[in-house]
Nanobody, 124 residues
Framework: QVQLVESGGGLVQAGGSLRLSCAAS????????MGWFRQAPGKEREFVAA????????YYSDSVKGRFTISRDNAKNTVYLQMNSLKPDDTAVYYC?????????????????WGQGTQVTVSS
C-alpha cells in the first residue's frame, strides 16, 4: 500500500525559503516519477513540479520556474521541493503525488497516490 507523507510546511515572510519533504513507502520508490501540486483557497489544485524516475529530468510550472527546485533521494525514498523567493501567491496546501505506473518518459501523468498535504503560508 503506497503512502506519501509530506512535511516542512509553515509560515514564512515573502522572499524567504522553505523545503518540503515527502516520504514514500509501499513500493520501489526509484521506479516511479514524483510530483508536487498545490491548492490555494477557492482555487483548483495545480501542478507545481515533477521529477522523473531516472534522476535528471525535472518539470516546473511557469509560476515557480527559477524559484523552486524538485529533487529526490532514492536511498531515503524521499522527494523534496526547495522553495526560494517565496511570494504571497505561493500560499497554498502543497501535496506530494505519485503515478500509478512505473518508469515512463516525458512529463509524468496518471497521478494515483496523494499525500495529506502540508500548509505553506507566505506573509507580505
Amino acid at each position: 500500500q503506497v503512502q506519501l507523507v509530506e512535511s516542512g510546511g509553515g509560515l514564512v515572510q515573502a522572499g524567504g525559503s522553505l523545503r518540503l519533504s515527502c516520504a514514500a513507502s509501499g513500493r520501489t520508490f526509484s521506479r516511479y516519477a514524483m510530483g508536487w501540486f498545490r491548492q490555494a483557497p477557492g482555487k483548483e489544485r495545480e501542478f507545481v513540479a515533477a521529477i522523473s524516475w531516472s534522476v535528471g529530468n525535472t518539470y516546473y510550472s511557469d509560476s515557480v520556474k527559477g524559484r523552486f527546485t524538485i529533487s529526490r533521494d532514492n536511498a531515503k525514498n524521499t522527494v523534496y521541493l526547495q522553495m526560494n523567493s517565496l511570494k504571497p501567491d505561493d500560499t497554498a496546501v502543497y501535496y506530494c503525488a505519485a503515478p500509478g505506473k512505473p518508469y515512463g518518459f516525458g512529463p509524468p501523468t496518471g497521478y494515483t497516490y496523494w499525500g495529506q498535504g502540508t500548509q505553506v503560508t507566505v506573509s507580505s
